[in-house]
């Protein structure tokens, strides 16, 4: 259970830090994602200062299911939100698998292991809310 709870609060966390970033700087984050000096958003031009503040809401809205999830640890509730966070991340992925060329070599290691990581998290944790005993709501 501290496993599921503690997964639910990482995939928050997550989306709070991207949602709060890219909606409070969107031109920082777009000129700065992940870091000053790999910036992968940057490679997707032109920057759209309204898509950045649409994706920073839409992260922290997504963060925000998660965090109830996290405390309530209701199963439907701590299902639905790893369902919905795998809606965003897959095709995420599926997307920026099929545009990594124009990316240097390291930049598109980093940018595919730390996509798949957050697929894998939540396709590790859909499990743990099944198990019988463990303390998620009924």
Avoid: C
């Avoid at 920082?28 to 958003?41: A, E, I, K, M, R």
């Avoid at 919905?84 to 997307?95: E, I, K």
């Amino acid at each position: 259970m501290n496993t599921l709870r503690a997964g639910l609060a990482f995939l928050a966390f997550v989306q709070a830090v991207l949602g709060s970033w890219s909606l409070i700087a969107p031109r920082h984050f777009y000129d700065n994602f992940p870091l000053p000096t790999n910036q992968w958003v940057a490679f997707f031009p032109p920057f759209n200062e309204h898509l950045l503040r649409d994706f920073g809401s839409l992260n922290l809205a997504l963060g925000t299911v998660l965090v109830f999830a996290a405390i309530t640890m209701e199963r439907r509730l701590v299902q639905a939100a790893l369902a919905g966070y795998l809606v965003f991340a897959v095709p995420h992925l599926v997307f920026h698998l099929n545009h990594l060329s124009h990316m240097p070599l390291a930049d598109q290691i980093g940018n595919v292991v730390s996509l798949v990581t957050v697929v894998l998290i939540p396709l590790a944790l859909l499990p743990l809310s099944l198990k019988p005993g463990a303390r998620v709501n009924h």
